[in-house]
């Protein structure tokens, strides 16, 4: 089975194009079946979306510098703040690194000319724009106001907001995961080049392995449990409602069936992207590649039996909070096995500090804050004190945000070269990047405080004894708003006057570094074939500096 | 308003919980000072072009140092397990005996009743040393009494009952507030607890205007709306005895039993259909839009007092909610 591959097309000047090159029109690119061109699509669409989030949550963070507001209605509030939710998470972070370094990226990386199914690969970025519609919509008809979590019965009986919009945006950009999912996972069985053995694979193909199952088992309950909050809206149908035999803890539960592996659908491609990044700026290869390999696949598993503990207070039996501690303590293990491992790498390595690794750093670094946090969170009764309050806010917010969102930055700044063919201004680039850490830790350091302290979340008015701890994570926000702004300067810059990169400017050893930057259509020019390890660089951390190739012989072991 | 409304560790349970919350926090500050201090060092002996050795690393010692730490992990989180589930273990049993306050949770306001009828809308007397449950419900939507001095929060169920119970230590006023949102108002449905000492608790029952305890208010309620009628010993119609149900086990008629709890009791008045003992004949009327969360409240308090005849039976049957 491992050794089916597509044929790639002959012509060699045709194949020796770009894919930039293929059509200049806009319909060429609205149409076009190739997965470099269709994470493009997607790099550009969850931009957008990003900056909507994000000046929703720059209006909150305004407002509450004041306890008692400043400009905004508690309504108004409410609805910035679910808007923020609903668009973050579902219309940028679950999307964001597997729908465009994935869709980019994968293919190449295990030496396939494209995805297993292009077509539904185009479709799946049409049913984004779908959802997204949909959600522009609920923005601009006075938006929703349940926040991200959609609980019943505020959400089907009580909310005066456009739910059912809100929750059809959603439902269908759910169907866009699944067949990005479905769409990997073939790729990955299927279209892997001769000698791309599944340990022979990047950490990075790995992660979108086991991020694909994960999407493609969980959505479809997301999908279910916003039908019914909308049959219950709609139609009356009563299915959370206890007066007539309904349960309002029951959509609790399928929606948290989703959202906690959700929350490992944003974080697991992260550190597939830090793994790649790590061993390039290293220049060694991953420590414990194959713990690396077992700790996703388990962490994927294992998140699926967890989702309990976000209900430790909603009134579930105390037994089931026993076992959903346990669990959630177990499925920390991995996590923090990958912390060391990545922190192994740098041991007996020839550590650079360009922008990608600065952060990839910031990335271990908040995420072994927002990994610790989660073992307090996994503690009942130090969840029972701290749920719902500003602590859990930061601690998730340091997975997603602090996490997911440098691992995102990381890998485009990594793979930028690949994809057009240009390189950034390296400078700036490291100057955004410790803008960015440092503006993250003064954003929400002080909320891990007053969450502890007693300051609950989704808050418009608050206590006055709060207010100094608010002032200071709204002027990190602001810190954080340039560090977001400022890459979409530079790389803006360097798409139009940027030096040429070369092929393989970080010499890197990924097989989809072994081709012209940027790519042609079918990716390479001959057949790709591989016979060594991944990350292969030299024993001591050298690769070599010249030759087209860029790729060092394997040395024996380089453990 | 003043920090320490919040922060006072005001029952011995809140202290613990600190203890654990300060465990683990000095224990994720040793990591994080690992993770950071190695990279640190590592940065600085393995930086590009540094002249610092670099030998090889043969597979077998990586393999042991990945074993090494990954039990090292587990063996911690299993103890951190033990810890925090050792603590809600001792905090979960509800106590037998204990001063039992209703509240009614509603889009923005809280309501309490205690046992001798008093009433109050968002402020909590209770009694210091002295076990308090919380008997919840909600009119509407999830609702979540926090109260941040007792490190407690529960969530609060429309058509449901949840509890919450604690035996605070120190006297004062705190601040307690709603932790699930619920529309529109949600930050500002908030109130404040005083914890009295049990002579000015008693004291302060007393100045109370309400007359009558909750029990009397229900029994009135019981023969108002027409209860009594059928659920009398020796009325002509055929419907169950309420003497001493309160804690025990019955039978319904669709085969499956329940405990008579405050659910089932609620389930009773607003669900007849669904709760009918076996062996009655269906003509329980609904009284949905009879009754209000209050009066429900009454009428539970009552038929809970109805116990004379049968002996007490356990008093809590449903172990719902957090300690």
Redesign the interface.
Known sequence: MTDVTLPFVPPLEAAGESYLDEGHTILSWLTSTDHKRIAILYALSITVFFFIGGVAIGLVRLELISPTGLFLT??EY?RLFTIHGIIMVWFFLVPSIPATMGNFILPMMIGAPDVAFPRLNLMSWYLYVGGAAFTVYVLFSGGV???WTF?P??SS???HSNVIAAAAGVFIVGFSSIATGVNFLATIHMLRCPGMTWFRLPLFAWAMYVVSMVMVLATPVLAMSLLLISAQRYFGLPIF?????GD??LFQHLFWFYSHPAVYIMILPAMGVVSEVFACF??RRV??YT?MVYAMIMIGVVGFMVWGHHM????Q??LA??VF??LS??V??PS??K???W??T????????EAPMIYA?GF??LF??GG??G??L?????D??T???YFVVAHFHTIMVGGSVSAFMAGIHYWWPKVTGKLYNEFWAQFAAITMFLGFNVTFLPQFVMG???M??????????FQIWHVLSSGGAVILAVAYLMPLVYLTWSLLYGEQAGDNPWHATGLEWQTPSPPPKTNFLRPPRIDTNPYEYH???RAEETGDEGRAEPQG?A? | MNISQFTTEASDYAVKVDHLFYLESVISGLVVLLVSGLIVVFFALYYRGSPTPRGLLPERKSREIEIGWTAVTLFSFLFLFWWAASDQLTALAPPKHALEIQVVAKQWMWRFQHPSGAREIDELHVPAHTNVRLAMTSQDVIHDLYLPALRLKQDILPDRYTYEWFNATKTGIFHFTCAEFCGTDHSIMAGSLVIMTPEDYARWTAAQPEGDDLAHQGKALFHSLGCSGCHTPGASVHAPDLRGVYGHVVHLSDGSTRVADEAYLRDCMLLPDSTRVAGFPPIMPNFTRAVNEGQIVELIAYIKSLTTDRQTGAQDQSPRGSP
Do not use: C, K, Q
Request: glycine share 10%; hydrophobic share 45%.
């Open positions: 508690s309504d409410n106001d349940t926040g609980y019965p505020f009986d009580y909310s409602d206890p007066n007539a035999g309002p803890l290293a220049r420590f414990g713990f430790f207070v909603a009134g039996s105390p909070n026993l501690s346990f303590f177990i920390a293990v923090a096995i912390v060391f491992n922190t192994g740098l041991f007996r390595a020839h550590i650079g500090f750093l271990l670094g072994t804050i610790l946090t073992l307090f996994a503690s009942v009764p130090i029972i004190a749920t719902d309050s502890w302290l007693g609950p979340r989704r808050y418009h008015y608050y206590p006055d004894v024993d001591f951390g072991e453990s």
